[in-house]
Nanobody, 119 residues
């Protein structure tokens, strides 16, 4: 089992920045893909960014590419999402996720952290 706990959400003005953190416990993540999804009010949950923990390969949604950066600290078993140039449409609950590399779907989800961007 993998436990994921997010932190770092909040209220920020458009154009501002936030950094989300996700502390992982229960397993070492070398065989996992970890990342972030988000869900805005009235919308489906959507992919934001992922990283393959062992090699650092990253993937981003087109909507955040160039503004968001995903990174991980192996020593702390912690995932980060640096969000810059935030827009009101980035407002959502952000979820930390993890799956084994060989799995199809994301097996582990955090409780979510709210990000609100005011215009």
């Amino acid at each position: 089992q993998v436990q994921l706990v997010e932190s770092g959400g909040g209220l920020v003005q458009a154009g501002g920045s936030l950094r989300l953190s996700c502390a992982a416990s229960g397993r070492t993540l070398s065989a996992y893909v970890v990342g972030w999804f988000r869900q805005a009010p009235g919308k489906d949950r959507e992919f934001v960014a992922t990283v393959r923990w062992s090699v650092g390969t990253t993937y981003y949604a087109n909507s955040v590419k160039g503004r968001f950066t995903i990174s991980r600290d192996n020593a702390k078993n912690t995932l980060y999402l640096q969000m810059n140039s935030l827009k009101p449409e980035d407002t959502a609950i952000y979820y930390c996720v993890a799956k084994r590399v060989v799995s199809d779907g994301y097996d582990y989800w955090g409780q979510g952290t709210q990000v609100t961007v005011s215009s």
